[in-house]
Protein backbone atom coordinates (compact mmCIF):
# COMPACT_ATOMS: atom_id res chain seq x y z
CA UNK A 1 0.00 0.00 0.00
CA UNK A 2 1.27 3.40 -0.87
CA UNK A 3 -0.82 6.96 0.49
CA UNK A 4 0.35 9.78 -1.71
CA UNK A 5 -0.85 13.01 -0.24
CA UNK A 6 -1.08 15.88 -2.55
CA UNK A 7 -0.75 20.06 -2.06
CA UNK A 8 0.04 23.29 -3.70
CA UNK A 9 -2.48 23.70 -5.74
CA UNK A 10 -4.22 27.08 -5.70
CA UNK A 11 -5.59 29.93 -7.97
CA UNK A 12 -3.11 32.04 -10.63
CA UNK A 13 -3.22 34.33 -13.16
CA UNK A 14 -2.39 33.30 -16.53
CA UNK A 15 1.01 33.63 -17.09
CA UNK A 16 1.95 32.90 -13.43
CA UNK A 17 3.30 29.24 -12.20
CA UNK A 18 2.90 27.24 -9.52
CA UNK A 19 4.39 23.87 -7.97
CA UNK A 20 2.54 20.65 -6.54
CA UNK A 21 4.24 17.92 -4.54
CA UNK A 22 3.32 14.90 -4.02
CA UNK A 23 4.56 13.06 -0.50
CA UNK A 24 4.30 9.47 -0.70
CA UNK A 25 4.81 6.75 2.60
CA UNK A 26 4.28 3.29 2.60
CA UNK A 27 6.51 1.03 -0.01
CA UNK A 28 9.61 2.22 -1.45
CA UNK A 29 8.77 5.04 -3.46
CA UNK A 30 11.71 4.93 -5.38
CA UNK A 31 10.85 1.22 -6.79
CA UNK A 32 8.19 3.29 -8.44
CA UNK A 33 7.38 5.35 -11.38
CA UNK A 34 5.32 8.33 -11.18
CA UNK A 35 2.70 10.37 -12.91
CA UNK A 36 0.86 13.11 -13.19
CA UNK A 37 -2.77 13.69 -14.21
CA UNK A 38 -5.40 16.24 -14.44
CA UNK A 39 -9.27 16.47 -14.98
CA UNK A 40 -10.58 19.46 -15.66
CA UNK A 41 -14.93 19.40 -15.21
CA UNK A 42 -16.56 17.69 -17.98
CA UNK A 43 -13.58 16.18 -19.42
CA UNK A 44 -11.98 13.00 -18.87
CA UNK A 45 -8.53 12.70 -16.85
CA UNK A 46 -5.74 13.00 -19.45
CA UNK A 47 -2.09 12.22 -18.77
CA UNK A 48 0.36 15.22 -17.95
CA UNK A 49 3.72 14.03 -16.89
CA UNK A 50 6.09 11.40 -16.01
CA UNK A 51 8.86 9.93 -14.27
CA UNK A 52 11.17 6.72 -14.14
CA UNK A 53 11.76 5.49 -10.99
CA UNK A 54 15.30 7.02 -10.12
CA UNK A 55 14.55 10.14 -12.59
CA UNK A 56 16.66 9.33 -15.65
CA UNK A 57 13.30 9.63 -18.15
CA UNK A 58 10.64 11.72 -18.35
CA UNK A 59 7.93 12.16 -20.02
CA UNK A 60 5.33 15.21 -21.07
CA UNK A 61 1.77 15.84 -22.92
CA UNK A 62 2.33 17.97 -25.41
CA UNK A 63 0.12 20.76 -24.14
CA UNK A 64 2.54 21.10 -21.70
CA UNK A 65 6.23 20.42 -23.32
CA UNK A 66 8.42 23.32 -22.20
CA UNK A 67 6.05 25.14 -19.55
CA UNK A 68 5.70 22.51 -17.03
CA UNK A 69 8.92 19.87 -15.04
CA UNK A 70 8.00 16.95 -13.36
CA UNK A 71 10.60 15.62 -10.93
CA UNK A 72 11.21 13.74 -7.99
CA UNK A 73 14.06 13.66 -4.73
CA UNK A 74 13.50 9.84 -3.38
CA UNK A 75 14.95 10.86 -0.33
CA UNK A 76 12.14 12.76 1.05
CA UNK A 77 9.79 10.39 -0.79
CA UNK A 78 8.07 13.50 -2.75
CA UNK A 79 7.28 14.04 -6.51
CA UNK A 80 7.06 17.91 -7.47
CA UNK A 81 5.30 19.25 -10.86
CA UNK A 82 6.41 22.74 -11.34
CA UNK A 83 3.92 24.67 -13.62
CA UNK A 84 5.26 27.81 -15.71
CA UNK A 85 3.65 29.65 -17.86
CA UNK A 86 -0.07 28.61 -17.16
CA UNK A 87 -2.89 28.87 -19.11
CA UNK A 88 -6.73 28.99 -18.05
CA UNK A 89 -6.81 25.61 -20.20
CA UNK A 90 -4.57 23.81 -17.58
CA UNK A 91 -7.42 24.45 -14.87
CA UNK A 92 -8.31 20.86 -13.37
CA UNK A 93 -8.08 18.91 -10.58
CA UNK A 94 -4.80 17.34 -10.32
CA UNK A 95 -3.34 13.99 -9.50
CA UNK A 96 -0.69 12.05 -8.72
CA UNK A 97 0.20 8.31 -8.60
CA UNK A 98 2.30 5.50 -9.03
CA UNK A 99 3.26 3.16 -11.63
CA UNK A 100 5.16 -0.22 -10.64
CA UNK A 101 8.10 -1.40 -12.82
CA UNK A 102 7.93 -3.17 -15.33
CA UNK A 103 4.21 -1.84 -16.23
CA UNK A 104 3.14 -1.10 -19.19
CA UNK A 105 3.53 2.82 -21.18
CA UNK A 106 3.25 5.74 -18.99
CA UNK A 107 0.54 7.60 -20.85
CA UNK A 108 -1.81 5.18 -19.96
CA UNK A 109 -3.79 6.12 -16.28
CA UNK A 110 -4.51 2.13 -16.42
CA UNK A 111 -0.66 1.13 -15.53
CA UNK A 112 -0.93 3.22 -12.35
CA UNK A 113 -1.85 1.56 -9.05
CA UNK A 114 -1.98 4.12 -6.49
CA UNK A 115 -3.70 7.57 -6.68
CA UNK A 116 -3.30 10.94 -4.27
CA UNK A 117 -6.64 12.49 -3.92
CA UNK A 118 -6.20 15.31 -6.13
CA UNK A 119 -5.25 19.56 -5.87
CA UNK A 120 -7.53 21.96 -7.98
CA UNK A 121 -5.59 24.67 -10.06
CA UNK A 122 -7.33 27.37 -11.00
CA UNK A 123 -5.72 29.59 -13.96
CA UNK A 124 -7.46 33.14 -14.17
CA UNK A 125 -7.34 34.55 -17.46
Known amino acids: QVQLVV ?3 GLVQAGGSL ?3 CAASGRTFSNYGM ?9 EREFV ?13 D ?16 LYLQMNSLKPEDTAVYSCATKPPLSGSYYNENEYRYW ?4 QVTVSS
Open 49 to 61: AAISSIGGLTYYA
Open 35 to 43: GWFRQAPGK
Open 63 to 78: SVKGRFTISRDNAKNT
Open 7 to 9: SGG
Open 19 to 21: RLS
Open 116 to 119: GQGT
